[in-house]
């Protein structure tokens, strides 16, 4: 099966969070670690949205990262002069497809057909590559759709993103949509853009990437827009977990750059985040425990180390067994009787019900302490 091709978005779409504004040398950071991990493409904002933005795309085409560089514009001259400037390699017109977000914005499709034809035209004579944003897919007319999809095919665009811009699909209909995009533009390359609004953008991500669509758009910890996009990490985990497809994306810097990009855009990683919260590692249950001190692979997916992190050691609190708390002595190379581990094992669980919390590592030499004297 072919290698996915991933476009991340979180100098462009992810800083469009609420509040959000990165700095140049965060913007910086977040490339260098993007780089280091193989990311092949970068949308690495909008020029029109400033001539500050203008300036930091050109300081990070001047350090000669390894991915493309994409420029999300709007469609009209003045966008696509604002790239030029901008030096990047292409550049992203973005036009609405759904018939809500053609009136909302005055347009039409005879108005969207001209102008795609007309903007492509002049934008290949700029850029190397011009790819075409079906806004609003999820929600368009499938005919109109695949009317825009053939021109943009015709008149020379190297993809379309089909943008699940309020996150309406479902993995079901992700597939459909796809299938039929390519239905009728086989040779143009599909990219799936999926908001989570919904919940579902990894499951629509990797839906749309296994019925054929070649190019997958992600944000780092998938923050973005009301309640953002596709996360890179899970994205990448998913593909080579659940599917056993290789991305060439080194995923020993994922955590790296997650936890880099929740302190520089101020957004806590919950603890059950998937892939890299903080709990994902950690194990209480002592039926869980028991069978991972012999095999950690029984009640984890993979080892911490794929992607950079290091193995936690277990939660003692009132989920704990035996062998947790003979485990947790053995650690701190005391050599404790049976009888003694099954006493602290139960005040354990006794104290922990009432703080109603897992225990301190102090917490459990106060109780060993009290049931030796």
């Excluded at 892939?275 to 590692?281: A, E, F, H, P």
């Excluded at 950079?308 to 067994?321: A, I, L, P």
């Excluded at 104290?351 to 049931?371: P, Q, T, V």
């Amino acid at each position: 099966m072919r290698k996915p091709y991933f476009i991340d978005t979180t100098l462009r779409d992810g800083q469009q969070a609420p509040g959000l504004a990165f700095s140049l040398p965060q913007k910086l950071a977040l490339c260098d670690l993007l780089d280091k991990a193989g990311v092949p493409e970068l949308e690495v904002g909008i020029p029109a949205m400033s001539e500050n933005e203008v300036n930091d795309l050109a300081v990070i085409a001047e350090n000669n990262f390894h991915f493309k560089r994409l420029a999300w514009c709007r469609a009209n001259e003045r966008d696509i002069r604002q790239a030029v400037r901008s030096h990047v390699n292409g550049i992203h017109l973005s036009f609405p497809v759904s018939s809500i977000l053609q009136n909302a914005m005055d347009k039409n499709p005879t108005w969207i057909l001209q102008r795609l034809k007309e903007l492509i035209s002049l934008s290949l004579s700029e850029f190397e590559y011009v790819t075409i944003g079906a806004q609003d897919a999820g929600r368009a007319d499938m005919e109109f759709l695949q009317q825009f999809v053939c021109e943009a095919e015709r008149c020379g665009a190297s993809r379309v993103r089909l943008a699940d811009t309020v996150g309406i699909l479902n993995p079901f209909s992700t597939g459909r949509l796809v299938r039929e995009v390519h239905q009728a533009a086989p040779s143009l390359a599909i990219e799936i853009h999926a908001h989570n609004d919904l919940g579902m953008a990894t499951a629509n991500t990797l839906s749309a990437y296994l019925s054929g669509a070649d190019c997958l758009s992600v944000t780092v910890n998938g923050i973005g827009e009301r309640a953002g996009n596709a996360a890179l990490a899970e994205v990448v985990m998913a593909l080579r977990l659940s599917e056993n497809i290789e991305c060439d994306i080194d995923t020993a810097i994922l955590s790296e750059l997650s936890y880099l990009c929740a302190e520089i855009s101020h957004h806590t990683i919950s603890v059950d985040k998937p892939i890299v919260g903080r709990d994902v590692m950690r194990h209480e249950s002592g039926i869980h425990v028991n069978c991972l001190l012999k095999d950690r692979n029984t009640y984890q997916l993979f080892p911490a180390s794929m992607v950079g992190r290091q193995e936690s050691d277990f939660v003692y609190g009132m989920h704990s067994g035996k062998a947790s708390i003979e485990h947790f002595f053995n650690v701190h190379k005391m050599d404790v009787d049976e009888k003694v581990c099954i006493k602290i094992l139960e005040e354990i669980k006794t104290e922990s019900n009432l703080f109603g919390r897992a225990l301190r590592d102090h917490e459990i030499f106060e109780i060993y302490n009290k049931i030796k004297i």
